[in-house]
Nanobody
Framework: QVQLVESGGGLVQAGGSLRLSCAAS????????MGWFRQAPGRQRDFVAA????????LYADSVKGRFTISRDNAKNTVSLQMNSLKPEDTAVYYC??????????????????WGQGTQVTVSS
């Protein structure tokens, strides 16, 4: 089992940047594919980005492609989401998620086994 703790959320003006981090417990982090999702009030949880357990392949939602970058450091048990050129529509609670023993990533939240508690990102216009 792995526990996930997100950090780095906050309030930023449109056009600004934030970097989210997700720290994972345990010694098997490198066995997990990781994903970032977000959920705005009254909306379903949407896929943002995912990365394979090796870090050599990534996937992005069309809405964030070219603006967000997912990365991971298996030595430090962390996965990050660098968010640039933020827009008000990026406002949401951001969650990291882990899929155990997976060599591939997924964009569906139902495929992930573990979730963090979320961190709020608010982008003002």
């Amino acid at each position: 089992q792995v526990q996930l703790v997100e950090s780095g959320g906050g309030l930023v003006q449109a056009g600004g940047s934030l970097r989210l981090s997700c720290a994972a417990s345990g010694r098997t982090f490198s066995r997990y594919a990781m994903g970032w999702f977000r959920q705005a009030p009254g909306r379903q949880r949407d896929f943002v980005a995912a990365i394979t357990r090796s870090g050599n392949s990534t996937l992005y939602a069309d809405s964030v492609k070219g603006r967000f970058t997912i990365s991971r450091d298996n030595a430090k048990n962390t996965v990050s989401l660098q968010m640039n050129s933020l827009k008000p529509e990026d406002t949401a609670v951001y969650y990291c998620a882990a899929k155990k023993d997976s060599s591939v990533y997924y964009s569906s939240p139902t495929r992930y086994d573990y979730w963090g508690q979320g961190t709020q990102v608010t982008v003002s216009s």
